[in-house]
């Protein structure tokens, strides 16, 4: 399976859904979605894996390499 980035996305006020986009930029998710497993198991419809370590804030997948645990 090819890899698939989650990312928040803000809504109304303070809320915010979720959207996944593919780790090559190739594909978006269709819609938001307001549950984050469902963001994922859509993302696996469309042939995607979701890396669920690295979440992304609003419009900004994280980077390769990049590193994600508190040590530093």
């Given at each position: 399976?090819?890899?698939?980035?989650?990312?928040?996305?803000?809504?109304?006020?303070?809320?915010?859904?979720?959207k996944?986009?593919?780790?090559?930029g190739a594909?978006?998710?269709?819609?938001?979605?307001?549950?984050?497993?469902?963001?994922?198991?859509?993302?696996?419809?469309?042939?995607?894996?979701?890396?669920?370590?690295?979440?992304?804030?609003?419009?900004?997948?994280?980077?390769?390499?990049?590193?994600?645990?508190?040590?530093?």
């Amino acid at each position: 399976m090819k890899l698939a980035y989650i990312y928040s996305v803000r809504a109304k006020g303070s809320d915010f859904t979720w959207k996944w986009r593919s780790a090559d930029g190739a594909q978006d998710s269709k819609q938001a979605f307001p549950y984050y497993y469902d963001c994922a198991d859509d993302a696996r419809k469309h042939g995607y894996t979701a890396e669920y370590d690295r979440v992304g804030g609003e419009h900004t997948p994280p980077a390769h390499g990049e590193q994600t645990s508190g040590t530093q």
